[in-house]
């Protein structure tokens, strides 16, 4: 972009200045990723359990280049590129405090073992110096170009003003406190066009942090509160708790609600972090015991009706979170309940679930009552069933396929040999887990994912860890819960949109990749969140990320992304910057992408981190934010109009995308079929 003059009504220019953002880390691991600025005057100190790590040093100035090939060693500066990113791998083998020294006269950065803990809670970023245009208030001129005809009354959603098209341009003052941003649609809509998940605007509602509808099942299974940061128990949310909220989550202009796991999970904790600091129970949804059944603390059946039947009333489709790659863990409250004997019960109470850490324990300590050799885990999921660091059975390999995630028990979905359910599976009271005769593994975990669909009417798939289940059976599971689907509209004299499945790849972008010929309708991009700092210090950044995202959907119209810009396994956007003014730009650039995005919940009133200890992932996943001050509101209200905005044009994630150049202002189109809309960014006010 270059520098501009002042020209007709409009009264903005371009600052000079560099393009790059501050220098930043980002600290990544298989399965989480995090962002933390870095600061010459101040060393940083991160926890760092033992992992494989990959760090990311970008936003480094002047004039220097990283020797290529330089070995990694602790307390030892690492050279830095400049203007462009550094990569490294780590292998950390002491869980604790890592101390990042950054030199930004050398372009160093050293790693050492902190001598303190660290203190540091809250990480704000500085916000990007990146060139921009600016707004000084008043009229502006903004060119529509073949768009709109001469005559065509367009009016702006932001500020409410209807305006006349004369000569090719409209005349206008953008809305106070819009961010620069202005939303251009006909004043007169006639209709509104026909829904396409290409656009879909999807609400992600971790449902035990989300809404408390009922009290009385907050400790089902006899899980219990910590007393302490509660870190990772469950804190009561459940599915009488999004029914409630229903309206709620329309306003936001929601498409699709994609609910956490409701199935039941394991009835106890494992120790949480590294160092066990917490007790760890599955709140999150992702550590499954029985595929069949929704979790007590969740709700029932006669809730999940009622959610389904009253979001379809609003117009909105709602997606469950399919897990197939894995089960939970064994704790000692299912080991007692499934009676698997594989632990001395005369180190524990006699209730094993009230087992809590003495003097010198921490949350990990429990194991120590656990025989992890004996041959009675035989009767625990099996070795026909898992892959597991047990007698019995196989063992996890290396690949994507055969690993086993946070050595969590892997399911053989690869076997074709035909296998029996656990007998304590089958007992499991209210269970609907049946023998059948000639099913293999992923026939089990199929149906079972597939039922609820069948027997509630289920839009679609968000499908968990796609890249460590094979192809084929993703493929079957998109067959299957189409045609259950098909099954249930049938029996309830209801039509729509064909079965919808979304799959998260970690760290895919927003390209077509072999994935999608797997059955996938979409595929998370983990693409966007990187680029929201600019996009939202200035919202002209995100140019070429919407020409590129719009790009790749014209020429593959089978594909889509869904992006985001905060998730529970990697960041909430509000902690980089703790800004309700970035949070309102950060809303523009993600509510306009190109394809579909995904709202986490408590973006739009800016939802803070909750506490961590040493898994900072669990900060994302704090409660709701419902007690609302005055900038939430303010923050809430711009996300209603702009999300509203997006639902009522399709065209917004559908359509074609075109830059209509002029001076001292960013604006497109995006036309699909009648639907046409014009967005024009003015400058930073």
Not at 14 to 30: E, H, Q, R, W
Not at 143 to 163: H, I, N
Not at 510 to 533: E, M
Request: aromatic content about 12%.
């Amino acid at each position: 972009m270059k520098l501009s003059t002042l020209c007709c009504a409009i009264t903005a220019s371009l600052i000079s200045v560099s393009a790059l953002a501050a220098p930043n880390i980002t600290v990544s691991t298989t399965t989480t990723s995090r962002n933390f600025p870095l600061d010459a005057s101040d060393d940083l100190v991160i926890p760092l359990p033992k992992d494989d790590y990959t760090f990311k040093i970008s936003g480094v100035m002047g004039n220097c280049i990283a020797p290529s090939g330089a070995k990694i060693r602790f307390s030892k500066p690492i050279a830095l590129n400049c203007g462009a990113e550094t990569e490294f791998k780590l292998k950390v083998r002491f869980s604790g405090d890592y101390a990042f020294d950054f030199d930004s006269g050398a372009h160093t950065l050293a790693i050492r073992r902190a001598t303190k803990k660290s203190t540091k809670t809250t990480f704000t970023r500085p916000i990007p110096d990146v060139q921009c245009e600016t707004y000084q208030g008043g009229e502006v001129t903004l060119a529509v170009g073949e768009t709109f005809s001469d005559g065509t009354k367009l009016k702006d959603a932001l500020s409410g003003q209807t305006v006349e098209v004369k000569h090719g341009k409209v005349t206008l003052t953008p809305a106070a406190n819009s961010g620069g941003l202005v939303l251009l649609e006909k004043a007169q809509i006639i209709e509104k066009p026909e829904f396409t998940y290409k656009s879909a605007n999807i609400y992600f509602v971790m449902l035990d942090r989300f809404n408390n509808g009922d009290n009385s099942n907050d400790h089902s299974y006899g899980r219990k509160s910590d007393g302490k940061q509660e870190i990772g128990t469950f804190h009561g949310g459940d599915l009488k708790g999004v029914i409630d909220k229903l309206d709620y989550i329309a306003s936001l202009g929601t498409d699709a609600i994609w609910l956490s796991p409701i199935v039941e999970q394991i009835h106890g904790f494992v120790g949480g972090g590294d160092s066990g600091s917490f007790p760890f129970y599955a709140y999150h949804g992702y550590w499954t015991r029985d595929f069949t059944k929704i979790d007590a603390n969740l709700g029932d059946e006669n809730d999940l009706k009622t959610l389904v039947q009253e979001a379809h009333k609003r117009g909105m489709k709602v997606l469950l979170d399919a897990v197939i790659n894995h089960s939970g863990y064994a704790t000692l409250a299912d080991l007692q309940m499934d009676k698997v004997h594989v632990v001395d019960a005369a180190q524990l109470p006699a209730k094993w679930s009230d087992w809590a850490p003495k003097s010198g324990e921490n949350w990990h300590s429990f194991h120590q009552a656990i025989n992890y050799n004996s041959s009675n885990w035989k009767d625990w999921w099996g070795g026909d069933w898992v892959r597991a660091g047990l007698p019995g059975y196989p063992s996890p390999g290396s690949s994507d396929i055969t690993m086993t995630l946070a050595g969590l028990p892997d399911f053989r979905t690869e076997s074709t040999a035909y296998v029996t359910p656990p007998q304590w599976l089958l007992n499991n009271p209210g269970t609907r887990v049946t023998a059948k005769d000639n099913y293999t593994v992923a026939d089990y975990l199929i149906e079972w994912q597939t039922d609820w669909v069948k027997r509630f009417g289920i839009d679609g798939f968000r499908v968990d860890t796609v890249k460590h289940v094979e192809g084929e059976v993703w493929k079957r599971l998109k067959s299957q819960a189409s045609e259950s689907l098909i099954e249930w509209r049938k029996v309830n004299h209801q039509q729509g949109a064909p079965f919808w499945m979304i799959g998260e790849v970690w760290g895919h972008s927003a390209y077509r990749s072999p994935y999608v010929d797997d059955g996938f309708d979409a595929l998370i991009n983990f693409d966007l969140q990187k680029r929201l700092d600019n996009g939202a210090a200035c919202f002209s950044q995100m140019a070429d990320t919407y020409q590129n995202y719009a790009n790749e959907m014209q020429s593959s119209p089978d594909f889509m992304p869904v992006s985001y810009m905060s998730s529970h396994d990697t960041e909430l956007f509000f902690s980089r910057f703790n800004s309700f003014e970035m949070q309102r730009n950060a809303a523009n650039a993600l509510l306009l992408s190109p394809g579909g995005v995904q709202v986490y919940y408590g973006d739009e009133v800016g939802r803070e981190l909750g506490p961590y200890a040493d898994d900072f992932h669990q900060g994302t996943r704090s409660d709701m934010v419902w007690k609302l001050d005055e900038d939430r509101r303010a923050l809430l209200k711009h996300w209603q109009t702009v999300g509203q905005f997006r639902q009522h044009h399709p065209a917004i994630g559908a359509g074609e995308h075109k830059e209509i150049k002029q001076d001292n202002a960013y604006v497109f189109s995006r036309t699909l079929k009648n639907d046409k809309v014009i967005i024009g960014f003015v400058g930073r006010q």
